[in-house]
C-alpha cells in the first residue's frame, strides 16, 4: 500500500510505542511460557519485539513488505517471526486452533474495504485461535466521528516530524477518505497521501463478534482499560472464543 510505504521511515516517529499499550496485552496473557499470539497489522514489530521479550511465542503480520522487512531487521528472537500476509488469508495459512491471543492494533480492520470482508477476517482471527483465546481490537470511534462531523483528528508532532489527518467530505463506497500530510523537519520533506477507511462502529463490531461465537465482550476508551464513553476517539475491544463455536 503506497500510504504505509511513504511513510514507513518514519513510522516509529510518528507512533511510538506506547507503554500503556504493551501492559494491556501482557495483562490479558495467563501463563508466557506456553502462549501463542498472533499480531495482525503489526507495521514495525515494536509490539511485538516488547512481547516477545518477555518469552511469548509471537507472529506478526502486515500486508506492507518494508514494515516486514524492518521488523526483521530489528527485533530478532528466537520466539518472534514476521511474515508479509492478508488478514483474510490467515486461516488458509495457519492452522486451526493455534493462537491463544490475537491483537489487531492500529486501526488496522477498518482498512478492509466493506462489511462482508471485516466479517471475513473476524472469522478468519476465530478460525486459527484456540477456545477460551482471547482477541484484542483497536479502531477509532466512528459514531462519534460521523455524528460530529469529525475532520480533522489530533496533530502528532514531535521533534522529528509534524504528521496532519484530515477525513475529507467526500466519501467513496461507502468509505471515508482520510488524507494525511507528514512533514519530516531534518529535511523539510513533505509526504502527503489519502487512503480509504470502512467506519466500523461499535455496535456493527460487536454484533459480528457475538455472531462468530466470541463472549465476555468488553468496550473500553484506551489501553488503560478505562470505561467507553461516546465522546472519545479511540475504541478498544475484547472477546473471548467460547467452546465449540466453530
Known amino acids: 500500500m503506497k500510504f504505509y510505504e511513504s ?9 511510538p510505542l506506547k507503554e500503556s499499550m504493551v501492559k494491556y496485552v501482557l ?3 495467563a501463563d508466557c511460557d506456553k502462549y501463542k499470539l498472533l499480531d495482525i497489522g503489526c507495521a514495525t514489530g515494536h509490539l511485538d519485539g516488547a512481547i516477545a521479550e518477555k518469552g511469548i511465542e509471537v507472529v506478526g503480520i502486515d500486508l506492507n513488505s518494508q514494515m516486514i522487512e524492518y521488523a526483521i531487521d530489528n ?13 483474510l488469508k490467515i486461516n488458509k495459512i495457519f492452522e486451526t486452533d493455534s493462537y491463544d491471543m490475537v491483537t489487531c492494533f492500529g486501526n488496522t480492520l477498518v482498512h478492509l474495504t466493506n462489511e462482508k470482508e471485516i466479517y471475513q477476517a473476524l472469522k478468519s482471527i ?3 485461535m484456540k477456545d477460551e483465546g482471547k482477541l484484542l481490537i483497536q479502531i477509532l470511534n466512528y459514531r462519534y466521528i460521523l455524528d460530529n462531523s469529525i475532520k480533522e483528528l489530533p496533530i502528532i ?3 522529528f516530524i509534524k504528521f496532519e489527518r484530515f477525513y475529507s467530505e467526500q466519501i467513496r463506497d461507502e468509505r471515508l477518505i482520510f488524507e494525511t500530510r507528514l512533514t519530516i523537519k531534518k529535511t523539510g520533506e513533505v509526504i502527503s497521501n489519502e487512503i480509504y477507511l470502512y467506519p466500523l462502529l461499535k455496535e456493527q463490531l460487536i454484533g459480528y463478534l457475538q ?15 478505562e470505561s ?3 465522546n472519545h476517539l479511540p475504541l478498544i475491544v475484547e472477546g473471548v472464543l467460547k467452546e465449540n463455536s466453530i
Do not use: A, H, P, T
Open 7 to 15: 511513510i514507513s521511515q518514519s513510522y516509529d516517529k510518528i507512533f
Open 211 to 225: 455472531d462468530l461465537g466470541f463472549g465476555d465482550i468488553k468496550v473500553y476508551k484506551n489501553f488503560d482499560k
Open 228 to 230: 467507553y464513553s461516546y
Open 27 to 29: 495483562n490479558n496473557i
Open 75 to 87: 527485533y530478532r528472537y528466537k520466539n518472534l517471526k514476521f511474515y508479509v500476509m492478508d488478514m
Open 157 to 159: 508532532e514531535n521533534q
Open 126 to 128: 476465530r478460525d486459527v
